[in-house]
């Protein structure tokens, strides 16, 4: 063969080249752009698991943040932001903790003792308010007031905050009780309130205007809320969530792990049936999906801090 039809037939594939290289998942995402990576079985199992609804799971694998798009079966790299966090007491208090907004078009994320707003174009903007304990461990989550989006989470002196996404100057104290220990998120009603108070986790009805009800014993750690009736906590070992009824405090039952996994960071959706949360604290970063009335479990991939939005049917 030639030279010049052998270079012809090179140049040619260059373009395929390129595309199956910025497919894998081993690719510089600071060089290429967001990395895509397709799984049709995954799709499948997803569209039989919802019943036939989008999905998408945010999380990140530091130094970058991803969206699984569940209904398609495709995995996006956030190339323009980053991200901190991984194996380790000291790396895993870092990561970003992202919260999806109910109607999933942005979401929240901490990163380096800040606290940012993005989309899933990775275009960010900071949020900044003088009250805001946006130190590690700490989780911001996002709920509607009147309208107008904000963000909720702990202020410097313990008590429960939003602050305005428009105008973050503006701050509404929605829990006034000095006694949060960075974890606090609201029910998706914003009507209840689940928190730790470095000791105990604790529910409380907002228009009650009290501390609350104690909840766990023992070891405890990582509180989180359903969109209406659920409060949860995670005790030791990492082998299940307890349940409880957020209007009384009541036990309702457990949320086991899957058979020879851990439960870790559990994360409710917009929707009251589902929920993910990651493998545990051991450094594994296996990410299962949840139906939470039945305890079905669907493993999506790896990473960190998941959180899940999908489509109400």
């Known amino acids: 063969m030639k030279p010049y039809i052998k270079f012809s037939i090179l140049f040619l594939l260059i373009p395929v080249l390129l595309f199956l290289f ?9 060089k290429t752009g967001d990395i895509i990576i397709r799984s049709e079985g995954l799709r499948i199992k997803w569209d039989k698991f919802s019943g036939g609804r989008e999905g998408k799971v945010l999380y990140s694998d530091p130094p970058y943040m991803m969206i699984l798009y569940l209904h398609k079966g495709i995995t996006k790299n956030l190339s323009g932001i980053v991200v901190e966090g991984g194996k380790g007491r000291w790396k895993r208090g870092k990561t970003p903790r992202p919260f999806w907004s109910p109607d999933g078009s942005f ?3 901490r990163y380096s003792g800040e606290i940012f707003i993005a989309d ?14 946006t130190s590690k461990e700490t989780r911001w989550s996002i709920i509607t007031l009147e309208g107008e989006n904000y963000i909720f989470g702990p202020s410097k002196t313990g008590t429960g905050i939003a602050v305005s996404i428009d105008d973050p100057e503006i701050s509404i104290e929605i829990f006034p009780f000095p006694v949060i220990d ?3 998120e609201l029910t998706g009603d914003g009507k209840y309130i689940v928190y730790n108070n470095g000791k105990d986790i604790f529910v409380s009805d907002l228009s009650s205007g009290t501390k609350g009800i104690k909840i766990s014993t023992a070891q405890n750690c990582r509180p989180c809320a359903s969109p209406h009736n659920y409060a ?8 299940r969530y307890n349940l409880h009824n957020v209007k009384d405090g009541h036990f309702v039952k457990e949320l086991k792990a899957p058979e020879n996994e851990e439960i870790y960071r559990l994360n409710w959706s917009n929707d009251e049936e589902f929920a993910v949360h990651m493998f545990g604290s051991r450094g594994n970063t296996r990410i299962h ?16 801090d998941p959180d899940l939005w999908i489509e109400k049917n």
């Open 22 to 30: 910025c497919q894998g998942s081993g690719s510089d995402p600071g």
């Open 107 to 109: 979401f929240v994320y």
């Open 120 to 133: 899933e174009f990775g275009k960010k903007i900071l949020i900044y308010n003088k009250k805001m304990d």
């Open 182 to 184: 960075k974890h606090c």
């Open 232 to 239: 949860a906590w995670l005790p030791a070992p990492h082998i």
């Open 289 to 304: 999906i949840r139906n939470v009335i039945n305890g079905a479990s669907l493993f999506v991939g790896n990473g960190w």
